[in-house]
């Protein structure tokens, strides 16, 4: 099993729907979850952290966190073409900062 | 502010070739990384500093030798490098190493002739 796995897409959704990303992790020590946004050529971008379970919004941004299920997923709201990039999950191995990254999931928001 | 600045954006060199990657941050941040990224793969952590300090390399060939002047500053040094060494190059820095928050610099794409 990967320590952290994702779909890798693409997810095509229509302008204005919701995208829910999701990604899976091995490491039940695992304290913080994070979410960037690539675009092609481009280098990572923070969308979103989360340390504790439940929801966290930013904007039109959710990440939502389950522990138990070793599940955190993003969700975008009203999502737009300028959304269109690979979102990669992120989480710090146990020990030290080292994130192991998911492949990432491509998506696509057509207009 | 949360800027993580690469030079140079794009490094052409042959495999016999010296050359240096830069980075710098000026957010006070203790923990720097080196990341290689291949087309459509994720990331793939290299070298870590934590308070100027080589901390992790992740059994990365000698012809890649990072080094930490200082608190802001992170440098990659490259020789006799190998086509297959093209990517891109990405620098990040967190204010800590405790699973703490990584920005990333926009990133060297270099090609290895």
Redesign the interface.
Known sequence: QKEVEQNSGPLSVPEGAIASLNCTYSDRG???F?W?RQYS??????IM?IYSNGDKEDGRFTAQLNKASQYVSLLIRDSQPSDSATY?C?V?RQA????T????TRLMVKP | DTEVTQTPKHLVMGMTNKKSLKCEQHMGHRAMYWYKQKAKKPPELMFVYSYEKLSINESVPSRFSPECPNSSLLNLHLHALQPEDSALYLCASSPGVAQETQYFGPGTRLLVL
């Open positions: 695992s304290q913080s994070f960037y050529g481009k280098s990572p971008e923070l952290f990669l992120a710090p030290g900062n080292m994130l990254f998911g492949g990432g």
